[in-house]
């Protein structure tokens, strides 16, 4: 691990965990049974040739060929600056509580309650911030669980990572370490690899889908607005504006993501780029059902040296059954940068650097700011900027419709879809199956001539 993305000798809460399965990785390239064990939560390591950390570290220039330290001394300092940093909410405390949980299965001292390594951990998951009795206790309780095969898992479940965590994600909301379950859902590092048309090699395709009854379906949609990243996950994305003029229902933002935002230049991971986003409403503002976000990487992008070469989903927000406070709230995003990682490696990547919990990271920040966030603590969260889906499809926004040119000259282009790589309408289409499908869960209670009208 190199000191040098280590501002004033403290990690950031995503680099730590980056350097937890870093540490998991190099623990289990020598060690066949840590391989097995490690496996039974993360699938990739099942390929008994399988490693990550050393390619990650080639592409970020980390650190010179054979100077890394070893992987228990590198998990030691992971755990240490873990339990020196205050989790900023729920989702970044069960982040930690699944790390800790593969760790245990790499290295025999976290087997151990008395060993420092065992400490460390159990420092790592302490509840400071919340209120318990006793919190060390509590976090010890919990520990006990994640290192435990014998972990409690729902009865009408079968066996595997995401009934484990649903027994996990059980016995610390008991324990007081975790608010509720909805928005400790879906399970960290759980994902699925796709190709996108017109790019060579893969993409991390990652999908999250919950229902959750902590926050009014006014709340979400404003979650869905880039502008509010920043506000409610501080330790990821370093800056978001939006740049260009604004057409309806679509916006350009400039984003700089990192592992460390303080380090700059020197943090582990570090990248920007621009997106072009379109903002929808289903049907429409008045009585939606639903609220949906588009987007990709915006014209221009990508420039030649930009690490990301692919970005692009859907943030999608549906009622179920018509309630404004039950709410099921799916997310996609397919990645892939400019190195030559396999599939799986760029699938454990996104996994350490908490790419996957973007939708879980919003749901929680918005239920922490209560029903009506123009009364909560903090800026107010700034208005879902949708048209309805008519206006959509009139704009081009959809397949079928027809954009205009690129309007005044400081304006973001309206890039015209036959203007964009040949793909780029399968890559819309997708996004729009992906959303017709949350849909069709969220508002289930149409019938099956209804929802054909409404698709």
Same mark, same amino acid.
């Given at each position: 691990?190199?000191?040098?993305?280590?501002?004033?000798?403290?990690?950031?809460?995503?680099?730590?965990?980056?350097?937890?399965?870093?540490?998991?990785?190099?623990?289990?390239?020598?060690?066949?049974?840590?391989?097995?064990?490690?496996?039974?939560?993360?699938?990739?390591?099942?390929?008994?040739?399988?490693?990550?950390?050393?390619?990650?570290?080639?592409? %970020? &220039?980390?650190?010179?060929? =054979?100077? #890394?330290?070893?992987?228990? +001394?590198? /998990?030691?300092?992971?755990? !240490?600056? $873990?339990?020196?940093?205050?989790?900023?909410?729920?989702?970044?405390?069960? %982040? &930690?509580?699944?790390?800790? =949980?593969? #760790?245990?299965?790499?290295? +025999?001292? /976290?087997?151990?309650?008395? !060993?420092? $390594?065992?400490?460390?951990?159990?420092?790592?998951?302490?509840?400071?911030?919340?209120?318990?009795?006793?919190?060390?206790? #509590?976090?010890?309780?919990?520990?006990? /669980?994640?290192?435990?095969?014998?972990?409690?898992?729902?009865?009408?479940?079968?066996?595997?990572?995401?009934?484990?965590?649903?027994?996990?994600?059980?016995?610390?909301?008991?324990?007081?370490?975790?608010?509720?379950?909805?928005?400790?859902?879906?399970?960290?590092?759980?994902?699925?690899?796709?190709?996108?048309?017109?790019?060579?090699?893969?993409?991390?395709?990652?999908?999250?889908?919950?229902?959750?009854?902590?926050?009014?379906?006014?709340?979400?949609?404003?979650?869905?607005?880039?502008?509010?990243?920043?506000?409610?996950?501080?330790?990821?994305?370093?800056?978001?504006?939006?740049?260009?003029?604004?057409?309806?229902?679509?916006?350009?933002?400039?984003?700089?993501?990192?592992?460390?935002?303080?380090?700059?230049?020197?943090?582990?991971?570090?990248?920007?780029?621009?997106?072009?986003?379109?903002?929808?409403?289903?049907?429409?503002?008045?009585?939606?059902?639903?609220?949906?976000?588009?987007?990709?990487?915006?014209?221009?992008?990508?420039?030649?040296?930009?690490?990301?070469?692919?970005?692009?989903?859907?943030?999608?927000?549906?009622?179920?059954?018509?309630?404004?406070?039950?709410?099921?709230?799916?997310?996609?995003?397919?990645?892939?940068?400019?190195?030559?990682?396999?599939?799986?490696?760029?699938?454990?990547?996104?996994?350490?650097?908490?790419?996957?919990?973007?939708?879980?990271?919003?749901?929680?920040?918005?239920?922490?700011?209560?029903?009506?966030?123009?009364?909560?603590?903090?800026?107010?969260?700034?208005?879902?900027?949708?048209?309805?889906?008519?206006?959509?499809?009139?704009?081009?926004?959809?397949?079928?419709?027809?954009?205009?040119?690129?309007?005044?000259?400081?304006?973001?282009?309206?890039?015209?879809?036959?203007?964009?790589?040949?793909?780029?309408?399968?890559?819309?289409?997708?996004?729009?199956?992906?959303?017709?499908?949350?849909?069709?869960?969220?508002?289930?209670?149409?019938?099956?001539?209804?929802?054909?009208?409404?698709?």
């Amino acid at each position: 691990m190199d000191a040098r993305s280590e501002p004033g000798g403290r990690m950031a809460e995503t680099h730590a965990i980056v350097g937890v399965y870093g540490a998991i990785d190099r623990a289990v390239q020598n060690d066949p049974q840590a391989r097995a064990s490690v496996a039974t939560l993360l699938d990739q390591y099942k390929d008994p040739r399988f490693h990550w950390f050393d390619e990650f570290q080639k592409w %970020r &220039r980390i650190s010179e060929p =054979g100077s #890394a330290e070893p992987p228990h +001394a590198q /998990l030691e300092r992971a755990l !240490s600056h $873990l339990g020196d940093l205050q989790p900023s909410h729920a989702r970044v405390r069960a %982040r &930690r509580m699944f790390a800790v =949980g593969v #760790a245990t299965r790499a290295f +025999a001292g /976290l087997q151990k309650p008395q !060993s420092k $390594l065992a400490k460390l951990a159990v420092n790592a998951l302490h509840p400071d911030s919340l209120d318990v009795a006793k919190p060390k206790k #509590a976090a010890q309780e919990v520990y006990k /669980l994640l290192r435990s095969d014998e972990t409690p898992q729902s009865e009408d479940a079968e066996p595997g990572p995401s009934s484990w965590w649903d027994g996990v994600v059980e016995a610390a909301v008991e324990e007081s370490l975790l608010p509720g379950p909805p928005s400790m859902h879906p399970r960290p590092c759980s994902g699925e690899l796709v190709t996108v048309p017109g790019q060579d090699g893969p993409a991390a395709a990652l999908t999250t889908e919950f229902d959750t009854k902590e926050i009014s379906f006014d709340a979400a949609t404003r979650l869905l607005d880039p502008l509010n990243w920043r506000e409610c996950i501080p330790n990821f994305w370093c800056e978001v504006r939006a740049i260009g003029e604004p057409a309806p229902g679509e916006r350009c933002y400039h984003e700089v993501v990192s592992s460390d935002c303080e380090a700059g230049a020197d943090a582990w991971f570090s990248a920007e780029t621009d997106l072009l986003f379109n903002f929808i409403w289903l049907p429409s503002k008045k009585g939606a059902e639903a609220a949906l976000a588009n987007y990709q990487l915006a014209p221009g992008r990508p420039l030649p040296n930009d690490l990301i070469r692919v970005d692009e989903g859907t943030l999608l927000v549906a009622k179920v059954d018509g309630d404004d406070n039950h709410l099921r709230i799916t997310t996609t995003k397919r990645i892939r940068f400019n190195y030559p990682f396999s599939s799986e490696m760029l699938a454990m990547m996104m996994c350490a650097l908490g790419y996957a919990n973007v939708g879980a990271h919003l749901a929680s920040c918005a239920a922490k700011r209560g029903r009506d966030p123009m009364d909560s603590a903090g800026p107010p969260l700034s208005e879902f900027p949708g048209v309805s889906h008519t206006a959509a499809m009139a704009a081009g926004t959809w397949p079928g419709g027809r954009r205009a040119g690129t309007g005044s000259p400081g304006r973001v282009a309206q890039t015209n879809l036959g203007a964009l790589m040949q793909d780029a309408a399968d890559i819309w289409a997708r996004t729009l199956r992906d959303g017709a499908a949350a849909v069709e869960r969220g508002a289930g209670r149409h019938s099956r001539a209804q929802r054909r009208q409404r698709d």
